[in-house]
């Protein structure tokens, strides 16, 4: 018989797990997101995620008469893969209730959310509140996802992966599901160490980003070539220091950074709040390059979090252009992103809830945004801003000198 499989939230995580698992021979996936404007963005294929939008339009071209891709669970499943981004315990026990009874006697509920280990104490709290006992009529695991923004579809089967189970039986059923599209190994450990696994992955990550960047500072105080002094830093065997940047943001590393810090971790509630002021400080410093300009006209160069990605969550640009209307004292506020569709800036736009919106206007080419601009801050390195050289600038901005964030052209 055919085992059915429904994986909840079709973001950036539950989206190439679907794919994939949807070309494993004898399983039947569907696919559920509660937002109807994504399922309509989904059945339209306009998904810009390389790798994802091939495969998504591949998918729909062969299984568009079997709905596969839904607004919610219809039938029973012997597996449910929980891939919505969750806030906090209360919100990981909300979606699993809303699933749960979807789930078959002797099923598999799987967590790919990333997650505090506490938060499954509530889990199976619930669950047994629900009749349903985890390692004993049912599985219960947590298989946190490691993708790459723009190497999703490679790295869903090409990463190792870690398992983490209820029981010894749970981690084992859960891999069942993993291990034929796998192309690397996967090691069994308990639920809330599967958990502690993750964050730990990307909490290592944001306190590199956050040591470059207060490295950068103490350079720049210094007069001294940042990239020099991390360049020949990283010659020894054992550094790797990272290039500075507007901070550790997106989804992810912040998210981790808070998970940590709620954990009790000292070091990393002290570095939540170095990575929060990093754009502000940035924004601060182009400001005191441009003093005794009157009414300068700044540009913000990028609004998406990562390079080459359209992603706007929590991302350094939206925060430089909120201090900037907070700090006041400029003519003009232009935004530039290439990559960023129109309709997502007038979001971001609209829940910056400030009156002066004559200020703000958004742009594509950098070169038209730099035109008589005064001062610009980069917070994120799109390949159309590397491809602009500063003798470049110099010819279409008013300020004699370039007055550029931390990263470098």
């Known amino acids: 018989m055919t085992e059915s499989i429904a994986i909840i939230g079709l973001g950036h995580v539950g989206l190439p797990l679907f794919l994939t698992m949807s070309g494993v ?116 695991a947590h298989v946190p996802e490691r993708l790459m923004p723009g190497q999703a579809m490679q790295e869903v089967r090409g990463l190792p992966r870690v398992i983490g189970g209820y029981t010894r039986g749970c981690a084992d059923r859960a891999a069942s599901y993993y291990v034929p599209f796998m192309n690397a190994g996967v090691e069994r450990v308990g639920l809330e160490e599967a958990a502690l696994i993750k964050i730990a992955e990307n909490g290592y990550r944001a306190l590199n980003v956050v040591f470059a960047n207060e490295l950068e500072k103490i350079a720049h105080a210094y007069g001294m070539d940042t990239a020099r002094v991390i360049r020949l830093a990283n010659t020894h065997p054992r550094v790797n220091v990272h290039t500075p940047g507007a901070g550790a943001w997106g989804r992810c590393l912040p998210l981790s950074m808070d998970l940590l810090a709620e954990e009790g971790s000292a070091l990393l509630e002290v570095a939540r709040g170095l990575n929060d002021k990093r754009p502000s400080e940035l924004v601060d410093r182009l400001m005191q390059r441009l003093e005794g ?19 706007i969550r929590r991302s350094a640009g939206g925060m ?81 000198g370039v007055s550029v964030g931390v990263m470098t052209w």
């Open 293 to 311: 300009v009157d009414a300068p006209v700044v540009v913000v160069a990028g609004l998406s979090y990562k390079a080459g990605l359209s992603d």
């Open 25 to 140: 021979h004898g399983k039947a996936v569907v696919g559920v997101d509660r937002s109807a404007a994504r399922v309509d963005q989904l059945w339209r294929c306009s998904v810009d995620e390389p790798g994802v939008k091939q495969a998504l339009q591949d998918h729909v071209a062969q299984d568009a008469q079997k709905n596969s891709i839904q607004m919610s669970v219809q039938s029973a499943c012997d597996a449910i893969v929980i891939a919505v981004e969750c806030q906090d315990s209360a919100h990981l026990v909300a979606v699993a209730g809303q699933v749960l009874d979807h789930l078959k006697q002797g099923g598999v509920l799987m967590i790919a959310s990333t997650c505090q280990p506490a938060w499954f104490g509530a889990l199976v709290a619930f669950c047994r509140e629900q009749g349903r006992a985890p390692g004993e009529d049912m599985y219960l």
């Open 320 to 400: 430089m252009v909120r201090a900037l209307l907070e700090r006041g004292g400029v003519a003009q506020i232009r935004v530039c992103d290439p990559v960023v569709r129109a309709a997502d800036w007038e979001i971001l736009r609209a829940g910056l809830e400030f009156e002066k919106f004559n200020k703000l206007s958004f742009f594509r080419d950098i070169v038209d945004a730099l035109e008589g601009a005064h001062g610009v801050v980069v917070s994120v390195a799109h390949q159309e801003f590397s491809a602009i050289m500063p003798e470049q600038l110099r010819g279409v901005m008013a300020s004699p």
